[in-house]
């Protein structure tokens, strides 16, 4: 009975038992990279949730991703698409999950790069579902070109159908100036472009959509005179609204031709992989001086860590930055966060030795 009563004759030991439901389950809710999850409700203080509890998980992509896949959902989970679905080029932008909590649940969500099939490379009037063209001048439909100038806006003529027949036109409507797209042909042809201007759909040709675009970085190697056949299938892709990084077969972030942010692993020579450290973005560069040199450039104080082939610290320069008349403690230390990074350093290179043979001296700054 509960409260309990006894006489003490003796030293005597009481034990309390108890019986009923554990307190509570823990979720947990691990989310890869291109989106964010929220969880409705929140958990107790404690971390745990009441058994019978029905939570609400809500997946979101970030520009230039899809949701893909949940994993590890408990038995019974319900899953729906959210109202973005209509608005991407592929997938779903965002997906719901609901299930009651019977016990311990850890939920994975994953993302992936956002594309559109193009299989026919149309130069011309862009009739075909798939078919596009590059115009040299976006006032005249008929100017078409193989390739654009790497310095100079130009026009792409899109059919609002992908290869498959599949309507994009909701999507093209969500397309914003500034947003990148990359278009690819195979592995290794690749042209990155900023839209510049968003132009109206050309009178009378509802299936086609006008953009105006510039170059930002290429990537030329597997590019062939192909394209200029306008009646040959090819594996061609747009890639939208892309972040100003590729995504590497093994997951590790590419650098391609624009500062990146952390953190986050990136290639950043065909050897070497770093981390950059949250709060710092750079810029990749390089440079021959006795060997060849790979440079990281941080663009907020123009302060440089370099790397010879073997991934060995050639140099660095700290530019001091701007005293903000602040005793906070957390303004940034470049010099750390480059000490971060070469302590991340990872080669990948086949012969590391004989990669040490060929050293680097930092460049000079510029005067």
């Known amino acids: 009975m509960n409260p309990t009563q006894f006489r003490l004759t003796r030293d005597t030991t009481a034990t309390a038992h108890f019986t009923g439901a554990p307190r509570g389950y823990v979720l947990a809710v691990m989310v890869g990279e291109g989106g964010s999850v929220a969880v409705n409700p929140e958990p107790r203080e404690d971390g745990t949730y009441v058994l019978g509890t029905v939570v609400t998980l809500v997946a979101e992509a970030e520009k230039g991703y899809d949701f893909s896949v949940w994993r590890s959902l408990p038995k019974g989970a319900t899953v729906t698409a959210g109202p973005a679905a209509v608005t991407t080029t592929r997938g779903t932008e965002t997906s719901t999950a609901s299930f009651t909590v019977d016990g311990p649940v850890a939920v994975a969500a994953a993302f992936r790069v956002e594309s559109t099939s193009y299989n026919l490379h149309t130069m011309g009037a862009v009739s075909a579902p798939g078919s596009y063209a590059f115009l040299s001048d976006v006032n005249d439909l008929t100017s078409t070109i193989d390739w654009p100038d790497r310095y100079t806006p130009v026009g792409l003529l899109l059919h609002v159908a992908d290869a498959t027949g599949a309507s994009r036109a909701a999507f093209y ?16 042809c690749l042209v990155r472009f900023k839209v510049a201007e968003l132009r109206p759909d050309p009178t009378g040709h ?3 959509t006008l953009l105006v675009v510039e170059s ?3 990537d030329y190697r597997g590019c062939g005179d192909e394209l200029t056949d306008p009646d040959e299938l090819q594996p061609v892709q747009f890639r939208w609204r892309q972040p100003p990084w590729l995504v590497g077969p093994d997951g590790v972030r590419e650098v391609f031709g624009e500062p990146v ?9 065909d ?4 981390t950059i450290p949250d709060g710092m973005t750079v810029r990749v560069g390089g440079a021959y001086t006795g060997g060849w040199c790979t440079g990281l450039t941080d663009v907020e104080s123009g302060s440089s860590i370099w790397f010879d082939e073997a991934g060995e610290e050639a140099g660095r320069e700290l530019i001091e930055q701007a005293s903000s008349g602040s005793d906070d403690a957390s303004l940034r230390d470049v010099g750390a966060l480059f000490r971060e990074i070469r302590a991340s350093l990872e080669w990948r290179g086949e012969n590391r030795t ?3 043979g060929r050293g680097c001296r930092s460049p000079e700054p510029p005067e």
Request: no cysteine; hydrophobic share 35%.
């Open 354 to 356: 004989a990669s040490r």
């Open 261 to 269: 942010p952390g953190p986050g692993r990136y290639w950043i020579s």
């Open 271 to 274: 050897n070497l992989i770093v």
């Open 216 to 218: 930002l970085a290429h």
């Open 206 to 208: 509802r299936l086609r």
């Open 173 to 188: 409507g969500t397309i914003e100036a500034g947003d990148r797209i990359d278009w690819t042909w195979g592995d290794q």
